[in-house]
């Protein structure tokens, strides 16, 4: 595994806390990102770029906080009914980051790979889901530092 450095994440939370967001939900988060994500919620990975289907290198953008915070939108609020009606997007989606530019990481449920959900590209304006790859593991596999720096 690549090594990461998560910046600007917040207090650590608990197993029940996480499993309080999960069985709100009606899921159970993949195991390759929960205990992570207990760690790091809020927080933004350096290198944060990853390689899209096409070639083009997008940003990771950050966790999910599990706390309400005026500046980032929040894991179980993101993840409403509402959010997902505005955004035309299945229930069996689960957002856990959004980018810069308003756009969503996703655990697609639907889309299973040995018990683990596919991570899913959804932009915001168009709906169009993208597969990125199977597992969040390999997602952090792909992040690297842009192309450009020396």
């Known amino acids: 595994m690549k090594k990461i450095i998560w910046e600007y994440k917040r207090t650590p939370v608990t197993e029940e806390v996480l499993s309080e967001k999960e069985k709100f939900l009606g899921i ?8 992570l994500f207990m760690v790091n919620h809020g927080a933004e990975p350096i290198p944060d770029l990853y390689y899209a289907p096409n070639g083009n290198s997008r ?8 706390e309400e915070d005026e500046q980032r939108m929040e894991f179980t609020e993101a993840n409403s009914p509402y959010m997902k009606k505005e955004h035309d997007m299945p229930n069996k989606m689960v957002i856990f980051s959004i980018d810069p530019a308003g756009n969503f990481l996703c655990f697609d449920y639907n889309q299973l790979n040995n018990g683990y959900p596919a991570i899913i590209f959804w932009d915001h304006e168009d709906g169009v889901p993208e597969k990125i790859c199977n597992t969040f593991a390999e997602l952090l596999n792909m992040l690297h530092e842009d192309d450009d720096e020396d």
């Not at 159970?28 to 205990?35: E, H, I, S, V, W």
């Not at 940003?59 to 599990?66: D, I, K, V, W």
């Open 28 to 35: 159970r988060l993949p195991d390759d990102f929960r205990g």
């Open 59 to 66: 940003s990771f953008g950050a966790l999910l906080p599990l």
